[in-house]
């Protein structure tokens, strides 16, 4: 542990003696061009202002959120603070309004004692009266005259204290009034510094979302036009294959030999199936259906027609030989 602190200050020690010896290096510098000191002190200003600004920038946004609601939290803090004041100032003038009350009260009640007593005095004066009788109170001309000393004693401090309070009643009235206006002044820019702060805020996340979607944008369609192009040269391929094979499948076919093309293809298998059963299938259609069948000859018929043409009958022998049926001549006639 010794060995560690020792070695801890020989470390502090050449570090300060590296810093202070390039601090009088640049004193001795800005000496040997004639430049005062004091733009060696300007340019560290500049460089510590540039170097802050760096580190600013560099800084997350939400550091610098954090740190503005922290502010906006301690002038909140100030403003119950001095709403604290306030509110202790306007509960001073209260208490000052009610002692100047009862002050003013007091005062003129002794008041109106002092007036009463004013003529009893002076007509004890005048008529050189020992005794006086004031308020069924009796009292010797002396006490008489030591108790008015005290009321107008009493009476004039009085007085001198209400006007001290009076006037610190309207001053500290006056204080109220423009604590209550500065108060109200600092809780509106409070108000509007967060609710300026808080728009930004919104507005910000909702530009970046529109730069994420645009970014997004961009990037498809870059992707896009790169990808149609590949998947346009996979379709040009895939067309010459076809094309390829097409062409070779009708140059096998030109070269087939006779008897597979003298063979009875599926597709000519098929079609002849079909007419052959459409064929079957009229037939049983016309033997089921009398009206298709009304019109048709049948065979014996057609014999019998020809017989009749070829043989010398009679109309009767001819009706006679179609429907079967003989006919009487004498019912006939």
Known sequence: ?????????????????????????????????????????????????????????????????????????????????????LNLSQNQLKSLQHEISELVSTIDERGQVLAKAYPVLQNAVDGKESNITFVSTHFSLDEFQHEVDDLLSTQERDENALRIKQAGFERLKKSVADGEAALAAMKAEVLEIEQEFAILKTRRDQARMESDTLDLVDGAMSTGQSSTASIGKSINRLEGQVENLEARNAARRDVASVENRTKTSRLTKTFNRLEALKRYASEAESKTDPSLTENVPTQSEEVDSKEIEKTPYDAKEVVIRITGEEIDPVNEK
């Open 1 to 85: 542990m010794k060995n560690f602190n020792h070695n801890y200050g020989e470390t502090m020690k050449k570090l300060t003696m590296v810093v202070g010896s390039s601090f009088l290096g640049l004193i001795f510098i800005f000496f040997l061009a004639g430049r005062p000191i004091s733009d060696l002190l300007g340019y560290f200003q500049a460089g510590a202002s540039t170097t802050v600004k760096s580190i600013e920038n560099e800084i997350p946004d939400t550091i610098h959120d954090e740190k503005t609601q922290a502010e906006l939290a301690a002038a909140r803090n100030q403003l119950v603070d001095r709403q604290v004041q």
